[in-house]
């Protein structure tokens, strides 16, 4: 009978070597397989991208687009430029001429007077003295009495109804007919309004020279010029309205010395003013011609006013 002694204990030193083994070999795989993806991630032949050729072929492409695209885009936007520059031109003109002709209305009676060559291409000015308001003056016993006396040199008179307002520079006139002997650019139908009592307007003696048939008066305080001066193509071409300066006998045709000026409308090309004294009855009329040039276009306006010339 033959006995085999196996040795447990180097069986099982082989059987742990071979575990051993087995988990280096799964070890290394791992490491493998992630140092290869680590080299695909690296290699330069694996990575997607664009060259500079078909760079610039994005380029001119989107360039060939984006012509073709302001091309179509040109025609709209410069229409909505010159669309909003008339407006505007419109708007400035027609301001202007609403001004003029709201400031018109309110003129003394045979006050208006124009000078300068006016034939649209030329200087022109158109003056007047707007009121501000009035009233009628008591001219037979009754009231208080107090008439206004023509045959002396008076210094107060009543008025009937409301008495208009005072403010210091204010002066009166008395049936302005803009001829010699009546004409308030002279001064010898006008008068300074002192004050106001109650109903009794008081003033430096004055004989006026003529009575009005209604027995009207008007208070006046300074002149009102428009003045255009107009430029070939706009460019240069001003209105402006003078203000706050004294009245004078002769019109002026410069900014008198304490007056002041503010500008209307700029790019002037053309300006007109004409005045008929006489259309209907005692009613003038002023027309208005007012153009204005940008860029090559030019807008233009037409106004007129009525002017009451009943004093």
Not at 76 to 87: C, E, K, T
Not at 282 to 305: F, H, K, N, P
Request: proline share 5%.
């Amino acid at each position: 009978m033959t006995y085999r002694i196996v040795d447990r204990g180097s069986r099982a030193e082989e059987r742990g070597s071979g575990r051993v083994d087995r988990g280096s070999q799964l070890k290394g795989r791992g490491v493998g397989q992630r140092a290869g993806a680590l080299s695909s991630a690296f290699n330069p032949q694996s990575c997607n991208g664009f060259t500079l050729i078909e760079m610039i072929m994005v380029i001119v492409i989107t360039g060939i687009i984006g012509g073709m695209v302001a091309m179509f885009l040109k025609a709209p936007i410069d229409q909505y430029m010159d669309v909003s520059r008339r407006a505007e031109m419109t708007d400035i003109a027609d301001t202007a001429l609403r001004r003029v002709n709201r400031d018109l209305r309110l003129a003394l009676p045979n006050s208006v007077r124009v000078s300068g060559t006016c034939n649209g291409t030329s200087t022109c000015f158109i003056e007047f003295l707007p009121t501000k308001g009035g009233g009628r003056y008591r001219a037979d016993t009754g009231g208080t009495g107090d008439i206004l006396d023509f045959g002396i040199a008076d210094t107060s008179f009543e008025v009937l109804g409301p008495a208009p307002a005072r403010v210091a520079g204010d002066q009166i006139v008395v049936y302005n007919l803009g001829i010699t002997g009546a004409d308030a650019y002279v001064g010898n139908n006008r008068n300074a309004y002192g004050g106001l009592t109650v109903s009794i307007v008081t003033m430096p003696a004055k004989q006026f020279p003529f009575d009005s048939p209604g027995h009207r008066f008007h208070v006046v305080s300074t002149p009102v010029t428009y003045a255009c001066s107009p430029a070939a193509g706009g460019t240069g071409g001003l209105l402006a309205r003078w203000q706050g300066y004294a009245i004078q006998a002769a019109q002026p045709v410069a900014l008198p010395a304490g007056g002041s000026s503010v500008l209307l409308a700029s790019n002037v090309s053309n300006c007109r003013y004409d005045y008929n004294p006489l259309v209907v009855g005692r009613s003038g009329l002023v027309t208005m011609r007012l153009g204005i040039t940008e860029q090559g276009e030019t807008i233009t306006l037409y106004d007129a006013a009525h002017v009451s010339n009943q004093p």
